[in-house]
């Protein structure tokens, strides 16, 4: 094979042209660059706030949920309690309001009002919860509910983020817009009367 016929171009290699999306576009504006500078810092805040706030919240929440439930376990008892009136209602299901009798630690005979299942009678045993002072209260909070309060915070911790990020950029987008809205007619107030002259020639 001859040296004409060599695979091996001759002379000076062609100028690397640069990618088109490296190039300047003369017809971005600064408020264009602006805000996609904008929207790349918000995204990142997004990505990185987004899990702290809600582990941050969550974690919170849990711990301050576990030291009520801890403060409600040594404040409250268990104690078997006498039905003293006829709870009414036919439905199983539902709780009705009944004066109950039970006896405390010291030998008290207390009395209060808790709720029971409608058509328990007179007399029957039930399980009420008392405070020290005696009244009857509701029983105390467990550890699946500082759970669950724990990741109910942490969603909505995390769906504020969310809410407040799309919030500001429309926001950001929409001072932008109307920046450039007036930045137009204003140039359009100056183009408007040369370009009309055209055609009243």
């Known amino acids: 094979m001859s040296a004409q016929n060599s695979p091996q171009a001759s002379g000076p290699l062609p100028p690397r042209q640069e990618h088109a999306s490296q190039r300047a576009n003369p017809l971005r504006r600064t408020s264009d660059r602006f805000e996609a500078w904008f929207r790349r810092v918000l995204l990142l805040v997004l990505v990185l706030g987004l899990?702290?706030?809600a582990v941050s919240a969550g974690q919170a929440t849990y711990e301050s949920s576990m030291r009520t439930a801890h403060v409600q376990?040594?404040?409250?008892?268990?104690?078997?309690?006498?039905?003293?009136?006829?709870?009414?209602g036919d439905t199983e299901a539902v709780k009705q309001p009944a004066q109950v009798r039970w006896t405390d630690r010291n030998g008290t005979v207390r009395t209060g009002i808790a709720l029971v299942q409608s058509g328990t009678p007179k007399g029957a045993t039930v399980s009420v919860w008392v405070a020290r002072g005696g009244t009857v209260t509701g029983p105390p909070m467990t550890e699946l509910q500082a759970t669950t309060d724990g990741w109910f915070m942490g969603g909505a911790a995390a769906i504020g983020v969310i809410a407040g990020f799309y919030a500001t950029r429309a926001t950001v987008r929409l001072v932008l817009d109307?920046?450039?809205?007036?930045?137009?007619d204003t140039e359009w107030g100056l183009v408007e009367p040369l370009w009309s002259a055209r055609f009243r020639r």
């Open 73 to 88: 376990a040594a404040e409250r008892q268990k104690v078997t309690a006498r039905l003293m009136s006829h709870a009414k």
């Open 51 to 53: 899990p702290v706030a």
């Open 178 to 184: 109307r920046s450039r809205y007036a930045r137009w």
